[in-house]
């Protein structure tokens, strides 16, 4: 028996070993860092990821191998690199690597970002894509984001009737983003519009992404997650299921509408109803909440934060503020407030927008793709089931592709210029490929939208005692980018 036993585990032995010895005769993985044992490179990483994972590209290479606890990543920081993993290899890159978090919520398998890229995800992303982003869809519901843009005005107005007191621009339209995206999804509010009460649905929704955006260890050592040692998901748990009870309070009451009234109101909410009506659809009220969710989740503090990113390069460029308030009011003037339909007369204010994003990409390192099977990426080997990241952050910034890249210089994009649609790999700040952003249509209006607003109603300055020179724009690296010191100007 002894003998018996002893011959199985040389062979199983030799097996392994040939295995082994095979793969690395046959592979060639992107250099990296070596990292200490057990927690790899995370102490090197830091704080600001985006930023270290740039340092490391410049030393080791375009394509990088990394270990952080133990989880290998590779890391993507070129356009070259970038157009491999989302153009070239899109499919075999085309699901997710999913954070411990975001299994916190209720029906997490049936969420549109965070699932694998089969028909599932597919038929999501088509309703989505036929039924909400699409211009005629978006045009039907402007004038309810309208609304939403003149409230903005309004209670920044109020506000600012008691001279000199600042506003703080990431909280307003961070509230006004809610509203925009519930008044496409619901035709509703989802936020008071003087940003006084009902604030439960805005603070969820911001809890929910400064949870999701801690670092996690059940996400470096997978083995231990089920200890959620630091509490990230005991303590996000009760936000998403108190969203989930407000979206079904919308849901009963729409339905009720439904019965009474065969109108519909051409909303994103009627054609999910629509489609839980349909047999075999895959769509029920179970199903459409995780998605509704997602929508507010990654359309909100994107928008936002872009908006907030874009009027703090304006107050550090006052030339260029100058520019794009001259542009408005010659454009539109002040008798009417910006319209979605405005847009395409502004190229400047669109210019400073694109220049926004290349240097302040909301998502920096996008979502993280995983490899569906081993795929061989300039010579390299990327194993399959690894979870691969794309610094769009860096991509960016790279002065191979950029003439002086850390400026703020809406100008360049006046001309011909590369496109963020995803198909110039210099510029992605909305991804490329299947898992690209599904919202670029309503966040570049929505953006637009909000900062064309405010630019045509104030002039603003920054506090006293604060300087272009002197503001602080140090980023806050999460879920998104945020700034990490709130932007606060006087509007007059
Ligand atoms: C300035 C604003 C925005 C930026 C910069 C942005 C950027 C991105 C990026 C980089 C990705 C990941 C792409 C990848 O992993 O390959 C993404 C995914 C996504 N975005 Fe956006 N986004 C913005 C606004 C929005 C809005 C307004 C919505 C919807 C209301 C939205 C919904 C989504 C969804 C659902 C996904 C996941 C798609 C999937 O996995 O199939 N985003 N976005």
Redesign the pocket.
């Given at each position: 028996m002894g003998l018996y036993l002893l011959l199985f585990g040389i062979t199983l032995f030799w097996f392994f070993f040939k295995t082994y010895l095979h793969r690395s005769q046959t592979t060639k993985l992107p250099p990296g860092p070596t990292g200490l044992p057990i927690v790899g490179s995370l102490l090197q990483i830091g704080p600001q990821v985006h930023e270290s994972l740039a340092k490391l590209a410049k030393l080791h290479g375009p394509l990088i191998t990394l270990r952080l606890g133990s989880i290998t990543t590779r890391v993507a920081s070129s356009p070259e690199t970038a157009k491999e993993i989302?153009q070239k290899h899109d499919q075999n890159f085309s699901d997710?690597h999913v954070p411990d978090v975001i299994t916190a919520q209720p029906n997490p398998e049936a969420t549109?970002?965070?699932v694998p890229?089969d028909h599932r995800?597919r038929n999501r992303?088509r309703i989505?894509s036929t039924q909400?982003f699409t211009t005629h869809k978006l045009d039907s519901l402007q004038h309810l984001r309208h609304q939403k843009a003149q409230e903005l005005v309004l209670h920044i107005k109020k506000h600012c009737s008691s001279d000199g007191v600042p506003v703080d621009i990431g909280r307003v339209v961070f509230a006004t983003t809610l509203n925009l995206?519930s008044n496409?999804i619901f035709s509703i509010d989802m936020v008071d519009p003087e940003f006084e009460s009902a604030q439960e649905f805005k603070d969820l929704v911001w809890r929910i992404m400064e949870d999701a955006g801690k670092p996690n260890l059940s996400d470096y050592f997978p083995v231990i997650k089920w200890l959620d040692l630091q509490g990230v998901k005991r303590h996000i748990r009760p936000s998403y299921r108190r969203l989930h009870e407000i979206f079904d309070e919308v849901i009963d009451k729409r339905l009720k509408d439904r019965v009474l009234d065969s109108s519909r109101s051409g909303d994103f909410l009627d054609a999910l109803l629509d489609q839980c009506e349909e047999d075999g659809s895959g769509f029920n009220r179970q199903t459409i909440k995780p998605l509704i969710l997602?929508?507010?989740i990654?359309?909100?503090d994107?928008?936002a934060i872009?908006t907030e990113w874009a009027m703090a390069e304006l107050l550090r460029n006052p030339h260029t503020m100058q520019k794009a308030r001259n542009e408005i009011m010659q454009k539109i003037g002040t008798n009417r407030l910006v319209k979605e339909s405005d847009i395409d007369q502004l190229p400047y204010l669109q210019a400073v927008l694109k220049e926004t994003?290349r240097l302040h990409?909301?998502?920096p390192l996008?979502?993280?793709?995983k490899a569906r099977n081993d795929a061989e990426l300039l010579g390299f080997t990327i194993p399959k089931g690894t979870q691969v990241f794309?610094n769009?952050w860096s991509i960016g910034r790279d002065p191979k592709y950029w003439e002086n890249p850390l400026g703020f210089l809406p100008e360049r994009f006046l001309g011909p210029s590369p496109d963020y649609k995803g198909r110039d790999f210099e510029y992605?700040?909305?991804?490329?490929?299947?898992?690209?952003?599904?919202?670029?249509p309503?966040?570049?209006r929505?953006?637009h939208l909000m900062l064309a607003s405010i630019i045509q109603a104030f002039s603003w300055r920054l506090p006293d005692g604060t300087t272009p020179e002197s503001l602080d724009m140090q980023e806050q690296f999460g879920v998104t980018l945020k700034k990490a010191v709130p932007l606060c100007a006087i509007p007059s």
């Open positions: 989302l997710r549109l970002g965070w890229g995800w992303r989505c909400m995206i496409t997602d929508l507010f990654a359309g909100s994107t928008s872009t994003i990409p909301a998502a996008m979502l993280p793709h794309v769009a992605v700040p909305f991804g490329s490929g299947r898992r690209m952003c599904p919202g670029l309503l966040a570049i929505m953006v």
